[in-house]
């Protein structure tokens, strides 16, 4: 039999017997050459018992001495920056700024940034790029903040919007592009709506593991609850079904606010970035990993990066080249983020 190097979180093991590695073992007893590390199973046979074995996971991070790699233009429209996704084309980058707008009724758009580097940003000649007013579901405020980019699918998109003033009803649409400049917004949208009430869904992540689409999102089942986190997946980003047993159990706490901000796919773990109890003071960014998005272990040294200065807390993330980079909103003007900054961070896991 092939020999198996375990991962944490994973729930693998090798059956020596049938010669296969095995998901889930219950039958630990032909596990006689394994040995458990870090994943919570009883991988050397000696009775189904967990060895007590888990793994730790601490990022740490770096301002880049260059900061900040964007300001916002000012005017109408850059009143401030309310979300920010990043994704690496074959030509460089390109960041999608959802700015929220000077007018007085809280309208918002997308916009977009290209950069060779990912440090040096210039604005896209067309903009914006997600403009608000163009469905009836989402005709007050667009935010197009998740994309993904496939060389043999192209561009995709997934945002929020909702159909008047701040407390409109969110829910999330899709789109796709060959160029992540002009978009075509899917009918069916929204994809994934709403209970019917303002207060349901909030900020959300999506990304691809393994062909399968996977979304983290904010949520509550009624005003007077803090938010939670739930699961949901689907085969092609349009038709999606939520994980039965939602709300994921380590991000459910009645004195708690999880608002989810980025996924990424560290190795075969997913990397959720998430902030808690962000109007109460707590500041900055968390971290949890997953082998199956359900279970997570957070972070040792949550929260893993406290930037001084920032508001809202958007935040563009890439797992590339071994290094997790991040771009984030500093407030330095008022009433929300004017610049962008920029971090590499280092992932170890013990």
Not at 26 to 31: I, M, N, P, R, T
Not at 37 to 57: A, F, R
Not at 153 to 168: I, M, P, Q, S
Not at 250 to 276: A, G, H, K, M, N
Request: proline share 5%; with cysteine; aromatic share 16%.
């Amino acid at each position: 039999a092939e020999t198996v190097k375990f991962v944490c979180l994973s729930e693998y093991a090798l059956d020596v017997t049938l010669g296969v590695v095995a998901l889930n073992p219950e039958s630990a007893g032909v596990c006689v050459e394994s040995t458990e590390v870090c994943d919570g199973w009883d991988n050397n046979c000696n009775g189904k018992t967990n060895e007590g074995l888990s793994c730790s996971y601490t990022i740490s991070c770096t301002d880049y001495a260059g900061n900040p790699v964007f300001v916002r233009g000012g005017g109408t429209w850059e009143a401030a920056i309310r979300q920010i996704g990043v994704l690496r084309d074959s030509v460089g980058y390109k960041m999608y700024i959802d700015y929220w707008a000077n007018t007085g009724d809280n309208q918002e758009q997308t916009y977009l940034a290209v950069s060779p580097d990912g440090l040096n940003w210039t604005r896209a000649d067309t903009n914006p790029v997600f403009p608000n007013k163009q469905e009836d579901w989402a005709y007050h405020r667009v935010c197009a903040y998740n994309l993904l980019y496939d060389p043999q699918k192209g561009y995709e998109a997934f945002y929020w919007g909702n159909e008047v003033n701040l407390y409109g009803n969110k829910q999330y649409g899709y789109a796709t592009s060959d160029d992540g400049i002009s978009w075509t917004l899917y009918e069916g949208n929204p994809v994934f709506p709403s209970n019917g009430q303002w207060w349901n869904l909030s900020d959300f992540a999506v990304t691809v593991k393994e062909g399968t689409y996977y979304m983290f999102y904010s949520y509550r089942d009624s005003s007077a609850e803090s938010f939670k986190i739930g699961l949901a997946t689907s085969p092609d980003g349009v038709n999606w079904t939520k994980n039965p047993d939602n709300p994921l159990p380590d991000f459910v706490d009645p004195s708690t606010r999880y608002l989810v901000r980025r996924v990424v796919v560290y190795q075969d773990l997913f990397l959720l970035i998430y902030t808690e109890n962000l109007d109460s003071g707590q500041n900055g960014f968390n971290c949890a990993f997953s082998h199956d998005g359900i279970s997570w272990v957070k972070c040792q040294n949550n929260p893993f990066f406290a930037p001084a200065d920032i508001a809202y807390f958007p935040v563009g993330a890439l797992y590339e080249d071994g290094v997790l980079k991040l771009w984030y909103g500093v407030q330095k003007v008022y009433g929300g983020n004017g610049v962008i900054n920029y971090a590499t961070c280092d992932i170890t896991i013990k």
